[in-house]
């Protein structure tokens, strides 16, 4: 074995010991990038610093209270002080107060924020269980391609093991006088090329616990195969397809992201309305106003500011926000397609995988009666030596694509249940709490689906013909 191989093999081995203190199951791999992965980390903090603006919606619904205070130096000649002889008197004028207003009537905009803050939230939260899902599904991809390389390595090794066997029966046949120098390096290159393939299948292996790292933040250790999902895969393509587009997390997240659009329409609507606000001062100071001394002052009133003109803007926004709403529901059936192309595709290679895997096996159950045989018959001198190796070489790649085709299926049966949402349910593994999406239904929001169709007015826009 050459020094290169050697390192390779040793790479391998080092990069598998490294998190080898325990044998990692897939449900422990997912739930511990639950809880690490960048990826999911950054959907939580993007969901709680949304839930920081519904916080700042909520507080539209409070009063608002300032403290005022002043103090400088004041001139002031006027009639009054210039009768009293005073108009070169400084004044010094300090005071301190406090100012409350309460918007009494604001047309709806605090409850059409407080909506559209809660719809986003709600938004978030379906982006960390999306984003949750999709690194589930990655880790049981890699998970799976680290069984699958070991297996590779193995089978490797088990190929370069017959050909290590095959030269010395080459030499024997040499000795005997039955083959000549010609077969002994035909059979050297097999066997060199064969170590290549181990070196090359070692470094696969090593390529898929890196990414397994990269998902997970550990080495995988030592990898047993996963429990089946084929039990929780729906019976047919036509209930995957309904449970995705129930289930899945894009598909919800498209759902909030259109409230949060109706709200923004109910929000323009609200610049139609008029405004009450309520209004009370208390200030308390010298020098005020231009009079000399102390003096207190106190005030309530209500205040009415109602636009009854602005040339179309108010209206216009309306109109806008209608078309980001029906906008936001086109993207919707964009996404229900998407879900139900991903859920095709993944019945789609489930069925042939599984039928590959069929007949691989028939394959492998053949070629390997064969290699047998051929060998047999070489010794007795009824074969070539490139007859064996020919039989050697198709029964090898038949093993590695059996084995692939194999482990395809087990991962396409986990890609079923992602495509529909359920893949985390399936595993048992717990997600953030931020994942959970209940702040609509907190608030008792109501779902554009319940909603009347908006009226749209036709857009008419200036062009060079008229």
């Known amino acids: 074995m050459n020094t290169f191989l050697k390192i390779v093999l040793l790479s391998t081995v080092s990069l598998m010991s490294v998190g080898a203190v325990h044998a990692m199951g897939l449900k422990e791999a997912v739930q511990l990038a639950m809880d690490s992965n960048p990826e999911i980390g950054q ?5 709680d610093a949304t839930g920081f603006e519904l916080r700042q919606a909520e507080g539209l619904y409070a009063p608002r209270v300032d403290l005022e ?10 009639p ?30 605090r409850d059409s924020e407080l909506a559209r803050q809660a719809a986003r939230v709600d938004s978030a939260s379906y982006r960390v269980m999306e984003r949750s899902e999709f690194i589930a599904l990655q880790i049981v991809r890699v998970y799976y391609q680290v069984l699958l390389q070991q297996q590779i390595v193995g089978l490797t090794r088990q190929n370069v093991t017959f050909h290590e066997s095959m030269v010395q029966d080459v030499a024997a046949a040499i000795d005997s006088g039955q083959l000549t120098e010609a077969d002994r390096f035909q059979s050297i290159e097999r066997l060199a090329a064969a170590r290549a393939r181990l070196t090359e299948a070692g470094v696969e292996l090593a390529a898929a616990q890196i990414e397994f790292k990269t998902f997970v933040g ?6 047993g195969a996963p429990s089946r999902a084929s039990i929780a895969v729906p019976g047919s393509l036509e209930l995957a397809i309904a449970n995705a587009i129930v289930n899945n997390p894009r598909t919800k997240t498209a759902g909030a992201d259109i409230d949060a659009a109706s709200a923004l329409v109910d929000q323009a609507e609200a610049g139609l309305k008029p405004k009450l606000q309520l209004e009370g001062r208390a200030a308390t100071g010298y020098d005020i106003s231009g009079a000399d ?31 980001r709403e029906s906008e936001a529901k086109l993207v919707f059936d964009q996404t229900v397609r ?11 290679r ?7 895997a069929r007949v691989y096996d028939e394959q492998l159950n053949s070629s390997g009666s064969l290699v047998d045989s051929y060998r047999d018959q070489f010794i007795i001198g009824e074969r070539s030596l490139l007859d064996v190796l020919d039989a050697q070489n198709t029964r090898y790649n ?23 949402g359920t893949l985390l349910n399936f595993m048992g593994v717990s997600t953030h709490g931020s994942a959970v999406a209940d702040t609509r239904s907190a608030f008792d929001i109501q779902s554009w689906q319940a909603s009347e169709p908006r009226t749209l007015t036709p857009l008419t826009l200036p062009t060079a013909s008229n």
């Open 43 to 47: 959907a939580i903090q993007n969901h």
């Open 69 to 78: 205070a002043s103090a400088g130096v004041q001139m002031l000649n006027n």
């Open 80 to 109: 009054s002080r210039r009768a009293l002889g005073i108009e070169n008197d400084p004044l010094y004028p300090t005071q301190i107060g406090l100012v409350a207003t309460y918007d009494l009537y604001d047309g709806g905009f």
């Open 218 to 223: 550990m080495m995988p250790g030592s990898v």
């Open 293 to 323: 001394g102390w003096q207190n002052d106190a005030s309530v009133k209500l205040s009415l500011r109602w636009n009854i003109f602005d040339g179309g803007i108010a209206r216009a926004q309306v109109q806008e926000e209608i078309r």
């Open 338 to 348: 998407e879900v139900e192309q991903a859920v095709r595709e993944s019945w789609l």
């Open 350 to 356: 489930l069925k042939s995988q599984g039928e590959l």
């Open 398 to 420: 038949v093993q590695i694509l059996r084995e692939t085709a194999r482990y395809s299926v087990m991962f396409a049966e986990y890609r079923v249940l992602a495509a529909s």
